[in-house]
């Protein structure tokens, strides 16, 4: 993590919120007793960042289930992903000190900054593959599986849940800007989620 001491802002700025996001998930959602173990790793030839936090707490499934019904660890990693989604709340939005918002925000930066995006918990892993340069604009979902992506259950099980990210120290907009757009998408996503929840049926 030396490198990033001779970084601008707009580059540390990224890497500072997704491990204090991701550390914050543990101690709040994992109830591991051993806490968080927090890996970071520097390519120079590609200049990238990456990053990995751990836990071998309750796992997404069993922390998702407290609010929701779900029935598998894939099912459950697409709810974390899901903005407005927590395991302490039923309400879309989730409370004051929730939201819901950190993993949509951490993948959607990856997303928006053409990097990837892994998280592995029980027998599932969802891997957000890199989005191509050809693409112009980028749309930042809220079903996690309508991105490009890749799936994978029945896995080697693992007690608790692991993240990863890459962050590319050639690639990215202003922070503020960053998390301008995400806040945008992350708000339209959970009014569409709550109009949907709420809808009245018609009678004809």
Same mark, same amino acid.
């Given at each position: 993590?030396?490198?990033?001491?001779?970084?601008?802002?707009?580059?540390?700025?990224?890497?500072?919120?997704?491990?204090?996001?991701?550390?914050?998930?543990?101690?709040?959602?994992?109830?591991?007793?051993?806490?968080?173990?927090?890996?970071?790793?520097?390519?120079?030839?590609?200049?990238?960042?990456?990053?990995?936090?751990?836990?071998?707490?309750?796992?997404?499934?069993?922390?998702?289930?407290?609010?929701?019904?779900?029935?598998?660890?894939?099912?459950?990693? #697409?709810?974390?992903?899901? %903005?407005?989604?927590? =395991? /302490?709340?039923?309400? +879309?939005?989730?409370?004051?000190?929730?939201a819901g *918002?950190?993993?949509?925000?951490?993948?959607?930066?990856?997303?928006?900054?053409?990097?990837?995006?892994?998280?592995?918990?029980?027998?599932?892993?969802?891997?957000?593959?890199?989005?191509?340069?050809?693409?112009?604009?980028?749309?930042?979902?809220?079903?996690?599986?309508?991105?490009?992506?890749? #799936?994978?259950?029945?896995? %080697?099980?693992?007690? =608790? /849940?692991?993240?990863? +990210?890459?962050?590319?120290?050639?690639?990215?907009? *202003?922070?503020?800007?960053?998390?301008?757009?995400?806040?945008?998408?992350?708000?339209?996503?959970?009014?569409?989620?709550?109009?949907?929840r709420f809808?009245?049926?018609?009678?004809?």
């Amino acid at each position: 993590m030396i490198p990033l001491l001779h970084q601008e802002p707009e580059q540390v700025n990224p890497i500072n919120y997704v491990i204090s996001e991701l550390v914050r998930n543990v101690l709040e959602h994992s109830k591991s007793n051993s806490s968080a173990i927090i890996s970071a790793q520097y390519y120079k030839k590609s200049n990238t960042i990456r990053i990995g936090v751990v836990d071998n707490g309750i796992g997404i499934k069993e922390a998702i289930s407290k609010s929701y019904n779900v029935e598998s660890d894939i099912d459950a990693i #697409k709810m974390a992903l899901t %903005p407005g989604i927590t =395991g /302490t709340t039923t309400n +879309i939005g989730g409370t004051e000190f929730n939201a819901g *918002a950190g993993l949509f925000f951490i993948k959607s930066i990856a997303k928006v900054n053409r990097d990837f995006f892994v998280m592995y918990s029980g027998d599932a892993m969802y891997k957000l593959l890199r989005t191509p340069a050809k693409n112009k604009n980028i749309i930042l979902y809220s079903n996690p599986f309508n991105d490009k992506c890749s #799936k994978k259950e029945n896995l %080697p099980y693992w007690q =608790g /849940t692991a993240v990863g +990210i890459d962050i590319c120290l050639d690639r990215h907009q *202003a922070f503020d800007q960053l998390l301008d757009l995400i806040k945008k998408s992350y708000r339209k996503n959970r009014n569409e989620q709550k109009k949907k929840r709420f809808k009245k049926p018609r009678f004809i």
